[in-house]
């Protein structure tokens, strides 16, 4: 991208919008497996962002709470058009599954077998389209290195990211019942690559080398799914020395790079004090339907900022804040709000927390329009955590970025993401083989999305078709085996 121009002139604020709500609708597989659908239509398609500044959104989101997706399409959004632009972003890409949500919530009381069958096809036409996309990424991120010797050690980093993240999902589609020795969050991923890249860079001696490597498996075995250190202490105790050695490894830079300068916080002021006139405003509201709107909205605050970990992890977290606190009844929470969010596309963050908010203002009120406006709440409060801790992060990884040790760490993010889209594939085609247990067909849906990612990625690199026909095809395809088998 020219640098003279502007990055705004690009995409209208209309169609970032509805970009995004486009992106948002097909988003299932989670955060990550969005990653390169966000990159072909905002990075090569609309030429909206560089592939630079799109990198640096995806580093900040993987390493911050919240909803990935949400954040990154925020980031893009306050890029073009500042603290609006951000919000405009952010609600485009969330709104499509909060309201298919609260379309099922309100409309169902529960979902009919056959409505789940056809959703469960259409989701795994999209999986499959969405599979031609993360190889389309996984290719491209190997074609722009230079050099064979940089194209191995981009094939180690993939690999052992996609070993150290794949350990859940695999076990799952073995059907083996222990738990994996290895199965971390995104966030223990990029914390071990930072801190082998702080605290090595430009110093490699055996004894820092074997130190590095002590602290990184001690705490990949603490944040992992196995009986392996699972006391506490091992991942406090040694995330902390990686912490310190860290730090001090950046400040060794700083001190040989460029001078520190305050921190620019005009922009991050701007978008902080719009997000959280959102959630007053939101919360105003609330208060006409339920006089719980203002715990529901702080936990829901606090809930946000503690979801790492992905999906998974934030229905636990939403358990022991909404469920055992009693705004939310066990039945609704895992009857409900649980088999929806999982069944539909985008953040099950937002999702969620929308849905909770539903079912709060529906049994404060008794009807369904006090109920979304509840879920309102819930949504504003998603979208504000997420965006809100992004903006900050963001902020201070622009102060650093231009040190020498970052331009490291700018090499290794599209491997690492790799690595990631790996294990989503994983995931993707694991959800195929939980479809075909409930049918009783056990391999024909796993086969089908892998015949299905296939053909899209011959479509795709071979044939040149454009990114709706393939999808169109993915999904028709995968319609007609449903309603014919």
């Not at 199965?183 to 801190?195: G, K, L, P, S």
């Amino acid at each position: 991208m020219d640098n003279d121009q502007p990055t705004a002139a690009r995409l209208s604020r209309g169609k970032l919008g509805r970009l995004m709500a486009k992106i948002g609708l097909i988003g299932f597989g989670g955060g990550n497996a969005l990653i390169p659908v966000m990159q072909k239509e905002l990075v090569d398609e609309e030429k909206a962002v560089t592939a630079e500044e799109f990198d640096e959104d995806v580093v900040v989101a993987s390493i911050t709470p919240g909803a990935l997706p949400v954040e990154i399409a925020g980031g893009v959004g306050s890029r073009l058009y500042g603290a609006w632009g951000m919000l405009i972003g952010s609600v485009g890409m969330a709104l499509p599954g909060v309201l298919l949500v609260l379309l099922f919530l309100s409309t169902l009381s529960g979902l009919d077998k056959a409505m789940t069958r056809q959703i469960s096809f259409l989701t795994l036409g999209v999986s499959a389209y969405i599979i031609c996309l993360l190889m389309d990424y996984i290719v491209t991120t190997l074609r722009r290195l230079p050099t064979t010797a940089a194209m191995i050690q981009a094939w180690l980093v993939i690999g052992m990211v996609f070993f150290l993240t794949c350990g859940k999902t695999l076990y799952r589609f073995l059907s083996v019942t222990s738990p994996p020795l290895f199965a971390i969050a995104t966030v223990h991923v990029f914390a071990v690559a930072f801190f082998l890249i702080f605290f090595l860079h430009g110093r490699l001696n055996p004894w820092r080398m074997s130190l590095a490597a002590v602290l990184s498996i001690v705490y990949v075995l603490a944040v992992g799914k196995g009986a392996f250190l699972s006391v506490p202490a091992w991942f406090y105790v040694t995330g902390g020395i990686m912490f310190v050695l860290s730090a001090q490894g950046l400040a060794g830079s700083i001190s040989r790079g460029l001078s520190w300068r305050q921190v620019e916080l005009k922009d991050t002021k701007k978008e902080l004090v719009l997000l959280m006139a959102s959630v007053i405003i939101a919360c105003l509201v609330g208060l006409i339907v339920s006089s719980d709107t203002i715990a529901y909205g702080a936990r829901g605050l606090l809930s946000s900022v503690m979801s790492f970990g992905g999906g998974d992890a934030y229905l636990t977290v939403a358990d022991g804040l909404f469920v055992e606190t009693a705004l939310i009844t066990e039945d609704e929470f895992y009857g409900l709000v649980v088999p929806i969010v999982n069944l539909l596309p985008g953040s099950i963050l937002c999702k969620t927390l929308s849905a909770i908010g539903y079912f709060i203002g529906y049994d404060a009120s008794g009807a369904v329009l006090g109920g979304l406006t509840v879920a309102v709440v819930g949504f504003t409060m998603s979208i504000a955590a997420s965006c809100g801790v992004f903006s900050l992060v963001r902020c201070l990884y622009r102060e650093f970025q231009r040190l020498e040790i970052f331009q490291v760490v700018r090499l290794v993010i599209r491997p690492i993401v790799s690595g990631l889209l790996l294990t989503v594939a994983l995931a993707l085609i694991y959800q195929m083989r939980k479809l075909g247990l409930s049918e009783g067909t056990a391999w024909l849906p796993v086969g089908l999305i892998i015949l299905l990612s296939a053909l899209n990625s011959y479509l795709y690199f071979f044939r040149n078709l454009s990114n709706l026909k393939i999808l169109c095809f993915s999904v028709g395809v995968a319609m007609v085996v449903c309603n014919s088998w």
